[in-house]
């Protein structure tokens, strides 16, 4: 199969679709936010190292070099940009229960997520358009949507930013309505999204199995590098085996859903970016679950790391 056909493909995926995915997202972060307290900011303030070194592992290391992988791989220009936009999206928040699930420092991956999700904000538009645009073989993707890092900033702030300060206020002012609603309001979050992931995957099924194969192995590198760059950098720093944990984990777990809604709003659904967008989402589950059952069984004061 040419792997500069998918290039060409774009994904279907109609207006009504779209707005439901954008706000189902909202849905999911104001849900996570309702467990957010100002704590899990400040608390970088207090004991700033393992998550300002997991941070710089996040949006510095990891977006530069996917950049040079995508220079070096034989892949199409598509998959290239989707690989550097997922590299440019903040931390999932599937990584806060991986990393307890890996005996990890649980405080360090909520810290993390939570910031990383509020720098996203700036630095998810400022990675993809610049490390985007660095690349010869995307640049010209980049030019022919007219793509504005205010008009990300803007869709970022309102699906995740918005969502997160209300979420917060609510868990604040009301926290014995917010223990009711918890858990019913975040498995509703959950279904209603997949429901409409998995309609917009439906009307494309055979556009994702037959491309599908050529993004596998390549997402499977770009997460075992991603998870290599947050162990190693914690390594380095000398953190503790609780923090290294936390850190590799949260920057090998990838808000991909953010990814999908970017490359929707303003790519068109072009096939490249959105079959990894979405292969890396199925696969950084897998991955995740192997990481955190590997040192699930390497307890802390048995291990090295």
């Known amino acids: 199969m040419d792997a500069a056909a998918v290039d060409a493909v774009r994904l279907n995926f109609n207006p009504s679709g779209l707005l439901a995915l954008n706000a189902v997202i909202g849905l999911m972060m104001f849900g996570i936010a309702l467990d957010l307290k100002p704590s899990d900011f400040t608390r970088i303030i207090k004991s700033p190292r393992a998550p300002a070194i997991g941070l710089g592992a996040q949006f510095i290391l990891l977006p530069a070099f996917t950049f040079l992988l995508t220079l070096v791989l034989p892949i199409s220009p598509s998959i290239a940009l989707g690989m550097i936009l997922v590299a440019s999206c903040p931390g999932g928040n599937l990584s806060n229960m991986m990393t307890y699930l890996a005996g990890g420092n649980a405080a360090v991956s909520v810290s993390m997520t939570a910031v990383s999700t509020a720098a996203a904000v ?50 604040r002012w009301f926290p014995r309505l917010v223990d009711r609603v918890r858990g019913p309001f975040k498995i509703f979050a959950v279904c209603v999204f997949l429901a409409v992931v998995g309609g917009a995957l439906a009307a494309n099924w055979h556009n994702f199995i037959r491309y599908v194969g050529l993004v596998a192995l390549v997402v499977a590198a770009h997460n075992a590098m991603a ?72 307890p802390i004061k048995e291990a090295t790391a």
């Open 122 to 171: 700036v630095m998810t538009p400022l990675n993809l358009a610049v490390w985007g645009s660095l690349n010869p073989a995307t640049a010209p993707i980049l030019r022919a949507v007219s793509l504005s890092p205010l008009d990300v900033f803007f869709t970022i702030v309102m699906i995740l930013g918005i969502p997160m300060v209300l979420g917060m206020v609510v868990g």
């Open 227 to 298: 998870l290599s760059l947050g162990y190693s950098s914690a390594r380095l720093a000398k953190l503790p085996p609780k923090d290294v944990r936390a850190v590799a984990i949260e920057v090998g777990i990838q808000n991909s859903a953010l990814g999908l809604i970017l490359v929707f709003d303003f790519f068109g659904g072009l096939g490249g970016m959105a079959i990894i967008t979405a292969w890396w989402g199925v696969w950084h589950i897998i991955s995740g679950l192997v990481v955190a059952s590997f040192w699930s069984r390497r």
